[in-house]
T-cell receptor
């Protein structure tokens, strides 16, 4: 199993550009989520999904969109990048349909917005 | 609002020098406390789940314990390869009925040979 994979590993955007961060898992997990990690702050939940076709907002959803058309994939879209979105983004999945329990994290995408 | 506070922020230990990391929390309706390890440039890796006060879990040189207000990660005779940032998270159901994890800022552990 590859586990949770994320692409790209690094990305530089200009303010106002849009892009999609990709996330995929091969563990047949129903629950998937996106976090951002900033220096001096804990991981913060952006969006999550409890199954294909079902998504919901987390703690810091503004400026981001998600969709879940398959169990495996959970892309995160930045609509109009801002310097405040410079961060490391982690995708995670869990065997529990509600997201409870052990979560498996991807390797992260380091995003810089200039 | 759920809060998780980890202390100390950073800890330097000599190899073999045992110590403990602290995670204190305030949450309505705790549904699990989790410890993760994060190496530089990588995603967090799951270590332990604790659900009830008095519960303990062990893995190699690590032991996690839970009380009603805090959790400890005890490190016995650490080795340099134990150097990492250790994250604590609490799980709870929000008012809207969704389960969410709230993470602390982490403790950066350095073990010196």
């Amino acid at each position: 199993n590859a586990g949770v994979t994320q692409t790209p590993k690094f990305q530089v955007l200009k303010t106002g550009q849009s892009m999609t961060l990709q996330c995929a898992q091969d563990m047949n997990h129903e629950y998937m989520s996106w976090y951002r990690q900033d220096p001096g702050m804990g991981l913060r939940l952006i969006h999550y999904s409890v199954g294909a076709g079902i998504t919901d907002q987390g703690e810091v959803p503004n400026g981001y969109n998600v969709s879940r058309s398959t169990t495996e994939d959970f892309p995160l879209r930045l609509l109009s990048a801002a310097p405040s979105q410079t961060s490391v983004y982690f995708c995670a999945s869990s065997y529990s349909p509600q997201g409870a329990g052990e979560q498996y994290f991807g390797p992260g995408t380091r995003l810089t917005v200039t | 609002e759920d809060q998780v506070t980890q202390s100390p922020e950073a800890l330097r230990l000599q190899e073999g020098e045992s110590s403990s990391l602290n995670c204190s929390y305030t949450v309505s309706g705790l549904r699990g406390l989790f410890w993760y390890r994060q190496d530089p440039g990588k995603g967090p890796e799951f270590l332990f789940t604790l659900y009830s006060a008095g519960e303990e879990k062990e893995k190699e040189r690590l032991k996690a314990t839970l009380t009603k207000k805090e959790s400890f990660l005890h490190i016995t005779a650490p080795k340099p390869e134990d150097s990492a940032t250790y994250l604590c998270a609490v799980g709870a159901y929000s008012g809207a009925g969704s389960y969410q994890l709230t993470f602390g800022k982490g403790t950066k552990l350095s073990v010196i040979p």
